[in-house]
């Protein structure tokens, strides 16, 4: 199996400035190397078939992706308007500022089959694409963003994957993200 660290994945997870909120300790092309050469510990299911998760303890000392939302630290979420790349429209996000997650003990690779990358436009050679990465505490899979869940379900023209919304997997991601919130 081969892996592939999509052009959409790297500027996000490998920013050309480097931020304490992504990736750490290594290039763009030594994590892409790191997967192909290391067996994931595990392997989940992710929200399509053609989607899955590698888990992998982290060998990096990338922090945690999320943080809790508590009373102590509420006052130092920030919000904006932000669009993934230049094709996609601004959506509402909100993170935390003057804040520092713990290091994760995992990143969980998020996966696009070929086949599903072609049909996005992004066509690959390898097998498998990374879309993104998932910096957590516990080997499992964090709420999708619920404004994704809906991109995704707007379909491949606005940056989804054409996949319809799963009503209970969105109020999910709704109890999640209400709960916690990213970094900066």
């Not at 879309?131 to 080997?139: E, I």
């Amino acid at each position: 199996m081969s892996i592939y660290l999509t052009p959409f994945a790297r500027p996000r997870l490998f920013p050309r400035a480097p931020r304490p909120n992504t990736i750490q300790d290594c290039t763009a092309e030594q994590f892409e190397q790191y997967l192909n050469e290391n067996a994931a510990d595990r392997v989940l299911d992710g929200y399509a078939p053609f989607c899955k998760l590698h888990v992998y303890r982290n060998w990096t000392s990338t922090r945690c992706l999320t943080i809790p939302v508590n009373d102590e630290n509420r006052h130092l979420l920030r919000s904006g308007y932000e669009a993934r790349n230049r094709d996609e429209l601004p959506v509402l996000v909100r993170w935390f500022e003057g804040v520092q997650a713990p290091v994760a003990n995992y990143l969980v690779v998020i996966l696009y089959s070929r086949e599903q990358l072609a049909k996005e436009g992004s066509p690959i050679e390898a097998d498998w694409g990374v879309v993104g990465c998932l910096y957590t505490a516990s080997p499992e899979e964090i709420p999708m963003a619920p404004i994704t869940m809906m991109r995704n379900a707007l379909g491949v023209e606005e940056g989804g994957s054409g996949v319809p919304i799963d009503r209970e997997a969105y109020r999910r991601a709704v109890a999640f993200w209400e709960a916690n919130a990213n970094w900066r």
